[in-house]
């Protein structure tokens, strides 16, 4: 595992499965990446007490002390499901990688999260567009339109348009050709590289059937 990290540690995943997979019902933790045949391959994993940034973070610290062979500025990019931010990576040591939000865990839940019901029924078209865009100048006409399907509505909602600049302004964290643009990033666009290890933990807990029909039923 320390070799794989080494090895192949420039775009790293972290995520936490919390299916109850143990009697005390604490979340199976990995660090997660893929290697030059693009198999998934594994740098750390373990059993946590709870889904939490020093969790994450103790993660982080096992790396440091025991794969010296690469730092953990060297690491470029880590993605994640949007539990924790760039703040946090940065905080964690790895001071030159960008957070990656994960596309899937976005479309499933974390725009309708993000911007509630109401919001996100209006606005889905426009922010999957801006997820998908595939340059700066594409980016901008998407974003100004949203702007202004807000801005003309009967009655402007304040707070959703703020929501929606604060979405806009972070989009060196989702947007296809702000991802595009990261060395190594390997053509990826999230994390689905830990759900796929999550899988295999329990087709190995479960004597080799998969017990996951798609992604998003884990946990």
């Given amino acids: 595992m320390r070799r794989n990290f080494e090895l192949f540690g420039s775009f790293i995943c972290l995520d936490m499965m919390k ?34 940034q020093d969790m994450y973070a103790a993660q982080a610290d096992f790396l440091k002390e025991f794969a010296p062979g ?26 030159n990688a960008r957070f990656i939000q994960d596309h899937f865990h976005l479309y499933d839940s974390g725009l309708k999260k993000t911007f509630g019901p109401a919001g996100y029924e209006l606005l889905k078209s426009h922010l999957v567009r801006m997820i998908q865009a595939k ?35 972070s989009r060196t964290h989702y947007a296809e050709f702000c991802i595009a643009e990261i060395p190594g990033n390997r053509g990826r666009k999230g994390s689905p590289i830990s759900e796929s290890n999550h899988s295999s933990v329990l087709s190995y807990l479960n004597d080799g059937v998969c017990v996951c029909v798609k992604l998003g039923l884990r946990r």
């Fill in 70 to 95: 690469r730092s953990l500025t060297e690491v470029m990019m880590v993605a994640g499901d949007g539990f924790f931010d760039q703040s946090v990576i940065n905080k964690m040591g790895f001071t």
């Fill in 135 to 169: 340059s700066e100048g594409d980016f901008d006409e998407i974003y100004v339109a949203g702007k202004n399907l807000l801005e003309n509505q009967s009655k402007v909602n304040g707070q959703l348009l703020s929501i929606f600049e604060k979405f806009a302004s």
């Fill in 19 to 52: 299916r109850g997979i143990n009697t005390l019902l604490w979340p199976y933790c990995a660090v997660t990446m893929i290697d030059e045949s693009n198999h998934v391959c594994v740098a750390c994993e373990g059993i946590v007490c709870g889904e939490r």
